[in-house]
């Protein structure tokens, strides 16, 4: 019996016949139900058709042993397939009995093919995107890409004072919030931030880049023994934790090195919109309270109020 080359380890010449034993077991078990179905006919008295009856039963589940065990013999010569899946261990997700509940193998492969496509159509971009943004720039400017003026690097480390004054122009924009400014600890700088009656906000700067902020109610105390802002303790209400989780993600949203003071201005605007935290409904339901909490989401660009499940 020759060996045929489907995938290392596969006769091909016994793989077609264990074909061919399945479709006469198949027929095999299609004659049994037939007689069953049939029952006993063609015969005059009771006794030939009950003698009829079980030899053709008896013909039909031994055709039905035969062609089983043909099979049986021809899988052992058909051979094991090839071990090596397309995304390595992954594929043995497929073999999972509840697939239908738990589809991660063709969940998995699906985000595969969307990674490549993606990442070539990306590929594709980048290099048209190159080959075309000098000339044009160069074009609509009128200057040629060496009179053009090069960009200045930008350093985290800025004068105490610059950022003094971008502090104070932003507290003279909101009289609603209130702005003080202390560096406990050298030049890095602190603000104790008050929304009217609302809340307490203290912010941490490196010069002029965010890197901490706590929310608090307008009654805690945001101070140390010692008298320091105190940086590390949470609010005592889970609001103001809420609050506190949404302004760390307004911070990464808020992101532009080039032009430090704009984020923070972009910030304090987005901070500002908590001034009607308990007065404001949620856009999408119209309730005031979900789950006792008010809407402690406000949106990036609208600034509306949501709640926290509503937003998704």
């Known amino acids: ?142 200057v040629s890409a060496k009179r053009r003026p090069k960009a200045q690097p930008t350093t985290l480390v800025l004068p105490p004072q610059y950022v003094d004054d971008v502090i104070s122009r932003i507290d003279r924009m909101f009289p609603e919030m209130s702005i003080q400014l202390s560096r406990p600890n050298g030049t890095s700088a602190m603000l104790l931030v008050t929304l009217g009656k609302v809340l307490k906000v203290i912010v941490v700067m490196r010069s002029l880049f965010i890197d901490r902020t706590i929310v608090k109610g307008y009654n805690e105390n945001v101070y140390t023994e010692d008298g320091k802002l105190d940086i590390w303790s949470k609010s005592n209400y889970q609001v103001f934790q809420k609050v506190t989780d949404h302004a760390t993600t307004a911070l990464l949203h808020y992101q532009l090195p080039q032009m430090p003071d704009v984020v923070v201005r972009s910030f304090m605007t987005w901070l500002r919109s908590y001034i009607k935290l308990f007065q404001a409904p949620c856009q999408r339901c119209g309730k005031f309270l979900q789950d006792g909490l008010p809407p402690t989401w406000r949106d990036f660009r609208t600034l509306e109020a949501f709640h926290d499940t509503c937003r998704q």
């Open 1 to 142: 019996m020759a060996d045929g080359a489907l995938s290392p380890g596969v006769n091909l010449e016994a793989f077609a016949q264990a074909i061919a034993a399945i479709q006469a077991l198949r027929s095999s078990v299609t004659r049994v139900f037939d007689c069953l179905k049939d029952g006993m006919r063609n015969k005059e008295t009771l006794e030939g058709r009950e003698k009829g009856f079980m030899a053709a039963f008896q013909e039909s589940l031994h055709s039905v042993s035969r062609d089983l065990g043909e099979l049986e013999r021809l899988s052992n010569l058909v051979g094991k397939p090839s071990e090596n899946h397309p995304l390595h261990n992954s594929g043995l997700l497929s073999l999972d009995p509840v697939q239908d509940k738990t589809p991660l193998y063709s969940q998995l492969l699906q985000a595969y093919k969307w990674s490549n496509k993606l990442q070539y159509h990306a590929g594709l971009a980048s290099g048209l995107l190159n080959q075309q943004s000098l000339k044009r720039s160069a074009n609509q400017m009128g």
